[in-house]
């Protein structure tokens, strides 16, 4: 395991762990919190009119009405449920999906007040192999969720749920290959530094991006691949039987997903923290500014990304779920393996 | 004892409850899931052995595709919850008997070996020890043939389950 742990005692490596864990989770959920407020203003004015205003100044306040809500309203239980597994599937979303963001990092390694902080809580040498194996962990708390449900829709939309993220799993790790040739290395903020060297992988790997983009969308349970949570077809599918809280909870985990997928897009395809115009001006500014600059660019990249889920899914109609199927085996996997190999192609000639 | 032994013995519990959880519970949902933790705690193995890249290789293969399979296969056979636990039979008595008897004769070849063996704590590994790198150099150059007949083995596999599940055209 390569941590930072013999350079620093353990009290001290603790509380600077569990400082970042606290930030990160708190700015998570709040992300999380008024992704949804979002959510609802521009689905809202894609389809031209106003979207929640009554709760707050432009219903800025109608994530912590909800939040209210959701916290007061009765979790029922269905009587024949298996109680194990039904209490624990939500639990088991919503850990998977926050705990992926360990590794994430937000900006580079800066040196401020003499001590070098690092802003990711874990710097992993498999960072991204862990993201895929946690969200692949991830899958079990929708299956067990539509099986422990005792509902005949729960566990079709948990079945068609999960063989849907096992399918672009797939395409999506296969497209992360040309990445991981281009930078050399597993590690995020190595893929950005490659990035940073020279191109942005969107530029050098256009094809692996949008199979990406598309298997970000198949994994997150995002239109156009919702049909595991289509309302005419399966109720609410996994979710079907939960309420309240554990509702919550699955609520949440999408959302979290959703900004793991897009934090992603942007460290992998897109510089992450790296402006080309601003790389000249960073060695000489103050350390703590750089950091926040490239934190400032992170969050601005995100938030693009945010949006274009929000977009993306008031615009396009549902894929029936052979045609998804269809498009994750036969068309988005042979695209992958193709993007691999234009990737060693275009390493050996010296392109990137 | 350090954190790393400390770690060890921890995951050594949870190993060794998880695999008798697969076979003596009841539902057999539970079964496969205290598989898929078996597995995880088999992955954490690999990353006190520094091999961190099988560390997440495990769990992304194995723990989160393969058991998600057999999941299915489970979820929707609905074999009931009935299990094999309360019945013991000849069957049982024999396979737990076989089972004792490979552990004993493994345990006894191995314990005299095992006084000072391994890497004292703290011994410095070369770097990218166990990460892809080194992996797929070796896979690619000493362990090619391995792995060439290894990859022609899964697609025999899949050509098969391909075969036997086509629709029939009469």
């Known amino acids: 395991m390569t941590d930072s742990t013999t350079m620093v005692s353990w009290g001290s490596w603790a509380l600077a762990a569990l400082v970042k864990?606290?930030?990160?989770?708190?700015?998570?959920?709040?992300?999380?919190?008024?992704?949804?407020?979002v959510e609802r203003?521009?689905?809202?004015?894609?389809?031209?009119?106003?979207?929640?205003?009554?709760?707050?100044?432009?219903?800025?306040?109608?994530?912590?009405?909800?939040?209210?809500?959701?916290?007061?309203?009765?979790s029922i239980t269905p009587e024949r449920a298996y109680r194990p597994l039904y209490l624990i599937a939500p639990a088991l979303s919503l850990t998977t999906a926050l705990t992926t963001f360990a590794v994430i990092p937000f900006a580079d390694r800066f040196v401020v007040l003499g001590a070098e902080v690092a802003p990711l809580i874990a710097d992993l040498d498999v960072g991204l192999l862990w993201i895929f194996a946690v969200a692949s962990l991830g899958v079990y708390g929708v299956v067990l969720a539509g099986w422990a449900s005792s509902n005949k829709y729960s566990v079709l939309g948990g079945l068609r749920s999960s063989a849907q993220m096992i399918s672009y799993e797939?395409?999506?790790?296969?497209?992360?290959?040309?990445?991981?040739?281009?930078?050399?290395?597993?590690?995020?903020?190595?893929?950005?530094?490659?990035?940073?060297?020279?191109?942005?992988?969107?530029?050098?790997?256009?094809?692996?991006?949008?199979?990406?983009?598309?298997?970000?969308?198949?994994?997150?349970?995002?239109?156009?691949?919702?049909?595991?949570?289509?309302e005419p077809e399966l109720v609410a599918g996994y979710h079907t039987e939960y309420s309240g809280m554990r509702f919550l909870m699955f609520y949440m985990a999408e959302y979290a997903n959703v900004v793991l997928s897009s934090s992603?897009?942007?460290?992998?395809?897109?510089?992450?923290?790296?402006?080309?115009?601003?790389?000249?001006?960073?060695?000489?500014?103050?350390?703590?500014?750089?950091?926040?600059?490239?934190?400032?660019?992170?969050?601005?990249?995100l938030s693009f990304f945010l949006f274009l889920f929000i977009w993306v899914r008031w615009t396009l109609p549902r894929f029936r779920y052979d045609q998804l199927m269809n498009l994750g085996w036969k068309v988005m996997l042979p695209l992958a393996l193709a993007n691999a190999a234009w990737t060693a192609a275009i390493i050996l000639w010296g392109w990137i | 004892m350090s954190a790393r032994e400390m770690l060890f013995y921890a995951d050594a519990i949870v190993a060794v409850m998880t695999a008798a959880m697969v076979i003596l519970h009841r539902n057999p949902v539970v079964c496969a899931l205290s598989l898929v933790l078996h597995l995880c705690s088999m992955a954490v193995f690999f990353l006190l052995l520094d091999a961190s890249f099988l560390f997440a290789v495990q769990i992304i293969l194995y723990a989160g595709a393969i058991m998600v399979l057999f999941l299915f296969v489970v979820m929707l056979l609905d074999p009931g919850g009935e299990g094999v636990a309360g019945r013991i039979g000849k069957v049982q008595l024999g396979a737990t008997l076989a089972a004792a008897v490979l552990l004993l004769a493994g345990v006894a070849r191995l314990l005299p070996g095992l006084a000072g063996a391994g890497a004292p704590e703290g011994?410095?590994?070369?770097?990218?020890?166990?990460?892809?790198?080194?992996?797929?150099?070796?896979?690619?150059?000493?362990?090619?043939?391995?792995?060439?007949?290894?990859?022609?083995?899964?697609l025999v596999a899949m050509i098969g389950a391909l075969y036997m599940g086509r629709k029939e055209t009469s």
């Open chain 1, 21 to 37: 864990i606290g930030v990160v989770l708190a700015v998570l959920m709040t992300v999380v919190g008024n992704i949804v407020l």
């Open chain 1, 41 to 74: 203003k521009v689905a809202g004015w894609i389809q031209d009119r106003v979207g929640p205003n009554r709760a707050g100044p432009w219903g800025l306040l109608q994530p912590l009405a909800d939040g209210i809500k959701f916290i007061f309203k009765e």
């Open chain 1, 170 to 230: 797939l395409a999506m790790s296969l497209s992360v290959v040309g990445v991981i040739m281009a930078a050399g290395s597993l590690r995020l903020a190595d893929i950005v530094g490659a990035q940073s060297a020279t191109v942005w992988n969107v530029v050098s790997q256009p094809i692996g991006f949008l199979v990406f983009l598309t298997s970000a969308f198949a994994e997150t349970n995002r239109l156009p691949f919702d049909l595991p949570e289509a």
């Open chain 1, 264 to 301: 992603l897009m942007v460290l992998l395809f897109f510089g992450g923290w790296h402006l080309p115009f601003i790389e000249g001006m960073l060695p000489s500014a103050p350390p703590g500014v750089a950091g926040l600059a490239q934190l400032g660019i992170f969050s601005l990249k």
């Open chain 2, 123 to 154: 011994a410095v590994l070369p770097p990218g020890f166990g990460q892809a790198g080194d992996l797929g150099r070796e896979l690619f150059t000493d362990y090619l043939l391995p792995f060439e007949i290894a990859s022609i083995l899964l």
